[in-house]
T-cell receptor
Framework: GAGVSQSPRYKVAKRGQDVALRCDPISGHVSLFWYQQALGQGPEFLTYFQNEAQLDKSGLPSDRFFAERPEGSVSTLKIQRTQQEDSAVYLC??????????????FGPGTRLTVT | KNQVEQSPQSLIILEGKNCTLQCNYTVSPFSNLRWYKQDTGRGPVSLTIMTFSENTKSNGRYTATLDADTKQSSLHITASQLSDSASYICVVSDDKIIFGKGTRLHILP
């Protein structure tokens, strides 16, 4: 079956622009995670959804970052007024169950965001 | 201090050789520890998962070990292949999921 897909795969934004990154999880997966991965680093947690409920957004670095999953499937990560430090790969992962960490996470290929 | 520390940061070995990657963690208690492989330009893919009570798990040429007393895990790769060139990430989960920074492995022909 289809895995997790993300779009766009690459995004170049001028500083100050808003961007929207999309994640299509595996169908039926309850949990959805967003991560930020800087070059040469491991993924850093941003936010977590259980169905449409955003249960943890403690990793969002500022109020310029906003995520939603209105119907409990597709999710969008929006970054307003992008800054150069936002340049990173944004990874989305989904898992079947509701308990973070208890179920296998399946990752998408990521969106590489470059802010110029 | 990062709760999941990996070493070495990077490693270069010749094709066919074995290698061992290390993961030290302070997360306690935890429900499981996973090793992921991340190819360049791709998302991480799970290699092994171990619960607190397990001390070894194999997946082909990959063998992970876990010592809960010393809070250490290792990933041993046997008879390395060029396709093993990737980042290997240790992840410890309880109610949070905490990623290490990864070890970048380069296999030379």
């Amino acid at each position: 079956g289809a895995g997790v897909s993300q779009s766009p795969r690459y995004k170049v934004a001028k500083r100050g622009q808003d961007v929207a990154l999309r994640c299509d999880p595996i169908s039926g997966h309850v949990s959805l995670f967003w991560y930020q991965q800087a070059l040469g680093q491991g993924p850093e947690f941003l936010t977590y959804f259980q169905n449409e409920a955003q249960l943890d957004k403690s990793g969002l670095p500022s109020d310029r970052f906003f995520a939603e999953r209105p119907e409990g499937s597709v999710s969008t990560l929006k970054i307003q007024r992008t800054q150069q430090e936002d340049s990173a790969v944004y990874l989305c992962a989904s898992s079947l169950g509701a308990t973070p960490g208890a179920y296998e996470q399946y990752f998408g290929p990521g969106t590489r965001l470059t802010v110029t | 201090k990062n709760q999941v520390e990996q070493s070495p940061q990077s490693l270069i070995i010749l094709e066919g050789k074995n290698c061992t990657l290390q993961c030290n963690y302070t997360v306690s208690p935890f429900s499981n520890l996973r090793w992921y492989k991340q190819d360049t330009g791709r998302g991480p893919v799970s290699l092994t998962i171990m619960t607190f009570s397990e001390n070894t798990k194999s997946n082909g040429r990959y063998t992970a070990t876990l010592d809960a007393d010393t809070k250490q895990s290792s990933l041993h790769i046997t008879a390395s292949q060029l396709s093993d060139s990737a980042s290997y990430i240790c992840v410890v989960s309880d109610d949070k999921i905490i990623f290490g920074k990864g070890t970048r492995l380069h296999i030379l022909p």
